[in-house]
């Protein structure tokens, strides 16, 4: 049953005040902002009942106020204040009912300054119905699909009107209670909501607050607060460029830097092998070319045993450069798992010579011990002296740092989508 859209304006049939009429004909019933009385818009604004002593709720917003959301005039026709309790904790919040002579009812929603935009689902989902009962026996977190996408389970709230105002396309009552089941997706939230008069799916979308406050004419509108966990993820206007120009970049880098760190023996390295019988032993080091890496390698052919081998580096006016040890080791076996090996038997020192000339190497064979078996440790050390090395490691690093920017550009709408999700009531536990 529809009444007349004619009708622009009405005096409350309770108290006489001067109502605007300004919800279309699919309005049910009229609250009195002046004396709480609903009046039954379908019998001649008929008085209901009364809502005595209300508190309004704060809200930017008032009955009447027009402005467009989502690219459609609404006018704001009534006003609900809504608390949800649980444990010692409360939360209120407002909405409002909004109508367009076009695309019909809504509500607008006013949150810590935050607004959302909801109206009924009629969309297809699977499954049809998702209930507390549901959630509670569910061992992973529900999941649900529908055309526009996937959606996983949020939260279950449970919330009551406290106060009433203005025009509605249903009867709401005073600490009448509903139970929503609600799903989040990548740019909505769907829920399913249960009352006492009724079940419907409903879809929430984020507003973006700003605009809209200004859209309504709102003077001084409240700054939103908190996150906000209906914002879908945003990209930047460049983001997609600079992830895979990124990725491109390390990927080139790094490729350069094995090339230069894997280049091949040069005439110029010496590839030596002593007895451990013939240590000590000191080696003409000849550096061509200063201020360019230099390499010594050392080496031992331990097997189950290890050995701690002593490198003394002099230059060619006999002054100490440093003198440092180095622990090569090498262990195998096998066990329930199968075949197992670790360690290894070469260790790298890499120093800057400042000037040319023959340096002095020393090496020497401070300590070695077996494990779990007989005999000698070792049987030679090797010796490995390289100059003039080209150095990829700075290659590496530029590479590593692209491919964490990159990665940080491919991966923000997942840091995005965890962090809405830890705002849910949710528990793997």
Known sequence: ???????????????????????????????????????????????????????????????????????????????????????????????HQVFSPTHGYAYLTVEDGKLSFTRRYRGMTRPAWISSTTVEMSESRPRMGTPEGTYSYFETSTAEISFVEG?????????????????????AMLHFSRSAAEEEVLRTQYLPAAEVYASFGVVDPPRPTGFNILKPFSPGRHQRFFAVSSI???????????????????????????????????????????????????????????????????????VPVFEVGRTVERYSGRDKDGAWSEGRSTSVLRFIPRQTGTYQVEVNLEEAETWEREGDPLGNVTLRLQQDVPNGRWLLGVGLVFALFGSYHLLRPMFHQSRRMRQSDWSDD
Request: with cysteine; aromatic share 10%; net charge negative.
């Open 248 to 318: 491109a970049f390390a990927v080139v880098a790094l490729v350069m830097s094995f090339a230069v760190t894997g280049s091949p023996d040069r005439e110029s390295d010496q590839n030596l092998t002593f007895n451990i019988k013939d240590l000590p032993q000191e080696i003409p080091f000849e550096i061509t070319e200063k201020d360019r890496l230099a390499v010594i390698q050392v080496g031992a052919d331990v097997d189950n045993s290890w050995a701690y081998v002593g490198v003394y580096v002099a230059d060619p006016e006999d």
């Open 167 to 187: 025009e509605f396309n249903w009867r709401p009552e005073i600490g009448a209670r509903t139970t929503s089941v609600s799903m989040l997706g990548s740019n």
């Open 1 to 95: 049953m529809t009444r007349s859209t004619d009708i622009k304006s009405i005096n409350c049939t309770s108290c006489g005040a001067g109502l605007d009429v300004l919800g279309g004909g699919r309005v049910k019933v009229m609250v009195c902002g002046y004396c709480g009385s609903e009046l039954d818009a379908q019998d001649n604004f008929a008085v209901l009942r009364k809502f005595a002593d209300l508190k309004r709720p704060n809200s930017p917003f008032s009955i009447g106020m027009s402005g467009v959301i989502d690219g459609v005039s609404f006018t704001v026709i009534g006003t609900l204040g809504m608390t949800e309790r649980w444990q010692r904790r409360i939360w209120t919040w407002v909405e």
